[in-house]
């Protein structure tokens, strides 16, 4: 599967951002995704997954309430709109294939978008 991550850019606090990662090469749209992020000088650490086959979704503590996760597979796309957006929010967001809140579980990844909130 070959993902492509689109949808970054500079953003001031308070505002919003869809980031968009969009995937070919399957004939399934049946896997789970998700998304990471790595800040400067951080690790890379989960965001959000969906899993259409057992309807769930997970976010990461810190971006709960203000992230949402969705998929349309007849766009072959997966969508993560932020909202109220935070300076600690900068990062370069990686989406890629698998379930679950450590990165060793996914496997697929895209090339990343950046994203940055100014305060």
């Known amino acids: 599967v070959q993902l492509q991550a689109s949808g970054g850019g500079v953003v001031q606090a308070g505002g919003s951002l869809r980031l968009s990662c969009a995937f070919s090469?399957?004939?399934?749209?049946?896997?789970?995704m998700g998304w990471f992020r790595r800040a400067p000088g951080k690790d890379r650490e989960f965001v959000a997954c969906?899993?259409?086959?057992?309807?769930?979704?997970l976010y990461a503590d810190s971006v709960k309430g203000r992230f949402a996760i969705s998929r349309d597979n007849a766009k072959k796309t997966v969508y993560l709109q932020m909202n109220n957006l935070k300076p600690e929010d900068t990062a370069v967001y990686y989406c890629?294939?698998?379930?679950?809140?450590?990165?060793?579980?996914?496997?697929?990844w895209g090339q990343g978008t950046l994203v940055t909130v100014s305060s």
């Open positions: 890629a294939v698998g379930w679950g809140t450590v990165s060793s579980q996914y496997n697929s």
């Open positions: 090469g399957s004939t399934s749209s049946t896997f789970a």
């Open positions: 969906i899993n259409r086959l057992i309807g769930s979704t």
